[in-house]
């Protein structure tokens, strides 16, 4: 078996004949042409339905998943189409009480028409196969967006099993490359490749990978009716970034593990979560189903003023909104209305020298 690199830069490629590019680059088409009508469904025929593109990346992802994958626009209208997908009106629906905002408001807006019994459950919390009972589908994040808490994802798999459930774990923060759910237990793994899969902050898209074809075939079918279909180009650049992805997420756990320890000890910052650091609470449950860490970290300041003078004062950290980028961010969780003190910092290290961003951050807090 090829080590993660490897897989990396291999993955989805096609056979390859003399005087091929490395990588075909993108298909720009709404029409293909037909070549008679007993070809019809055989071929591609019009570009809300099909792409060579999107295949090559499906091909790539599904392979570092080890399942079906389906390319979607973004992570919220892959998390969106799975639901709509595997949800009937009157379901249970388990949720992350901890998890990204956005997910519970498209339950609680969009779907309300479904009337679902919808069970928040936080990710660290103590589960007993009580809490799954009558449920459809289990929606797991872990780690956690933005608390960075851990769950056990085979155990929770084993209690939605038993109770008849579907379980789906949102796998962005940790990556295909530092998690595999379906290896777990889970049957869905959903991610926005916003974040560390492209990880250069200029394209949205995101995906469903399943160990079930007949559920890869029914989101499939889904995206094409509803028209959530990613674009060409920015699905080939999807492809050619996630070469690199081994290469980045080893820089920025470097970046994030040298960063958390050094915070840790500095007294105007408290709250330090990060799965790789050894007195961690997540770190036990972490090390068991982690393959590797993430550069995704979180901290907490006195106020929000803190953190825009730490922002200010820094020459290598922005503020943004996402994480999962060569750039370093810091993003103010609570101004998005997580509910979370007004210094939370979600933090995503990005691929700068490591002494140098410790030293900047460092020097923006002192």
């Known amino acids: 078996m090829f080590g993660d690199g490897t897989r990396c830069v291999h993955a989805g490629e096609p056979e390859a004949g003399a005087g091929d590019p490395f990588m075909p680059g993108p298909v720009f ?32 992802l599904g392979e570092l998943d080890r399942g079906h994958c389906v390319l979607f626009p973004s992570g919220m209208a892959a998390i969106g189409t799975l639901l709509r997908t595997l949800l009937r009106e009157g379901d249970t629906l388990v949720l992350p009480a901890d998890g990204y905002y956005a997910t519970r408001e498209f339950v609680r807006t969009e779907l309300s028409e ?31 967006n933005p608390g960075l808490d851990v769950c056990d994802i085979e155990m929770v798999a084993e209690y939605a ?46 995906h469903v990978s399943t160990a079930d074809r007949e559920t890869a075939e029914r989101l499939n079918r889904a ?22 992805l081994d290469l980045r997420l080893e820089r920025q756990a470097a970046n994030a593990a040298a960063l ?13 979560r990060w799965p790789g650091l050894p007195s961690d609470p997540a770190h036990e ?5 982690m393959r590797r860490w993430g550069g995704v970290l979180r901290f907490e300041l006195p106020d929000a003023a803190s953190v825009e003078r730490m922002l200010e004062r820094s020459h ?22 997580d509910p979370v003190p007004e210094g939370f910092v979600r933090f995503s290290a990005g691929c700068e020298d490591t002494e140098d961003l410790v030293a900047d951050v460092l020097g923006a807090l002192d």
Request: overall charge neutral; some cysteine; hydrophobic content about 45%.
């Open 161 to 206: 099993h038993r109770a008849g459930a579907l379980v789906a774990v949102d796998n962005t923060t940790a990556t295909p490359l530092g998690q595999r759910p379906l290896e777990l237990g889970a049957d869905v793994v959903v991610a926005s490749d916003t974040k560390a899969v492209c990880g250069h902050s200029d394209l949205l898209l995101g």
């Open 29 to 60: 088409a709404a029409p293909y042409h037909l070549g008679g009508a007993d070809r019809v469904g055989e071929a591609d025929f019009y570009g809300r339905a099909g792409n060579p593109g999107w295949r090559a990346l499906e091909r790539a």
């Open 114 to 144: 479904l009337n679902l019994r919808v069970r928040r459950l936080p990710t660290a919390g103590e589960l007993s196969g009580e809490d799954f009972a009558g449920a459809r589908v289990v929606l797991l994040e872990t780690p956690s």
């Open 285 to 289: 449950t972490a090390a068991r189903q």
């Open 316 to 337: 290598l950290v922005s503020g943004a909104t996402s994480f999962g980028g060569v750039h370093s961010t810091a993003d103010r969780r609570a101004q998005w209305g």
């Open 260 to 272: 958390a320890a050094a915070l840790v000890e500095h007294p105007a910052v408290s709250g330090v």
């Open 223 to 244: 995206r094409g009716l509803s028209g959530a279909v990613p674009a060409p180009f920015e699905t080939w650049l999807a492809h050619r970034s996630l070469a690199t």
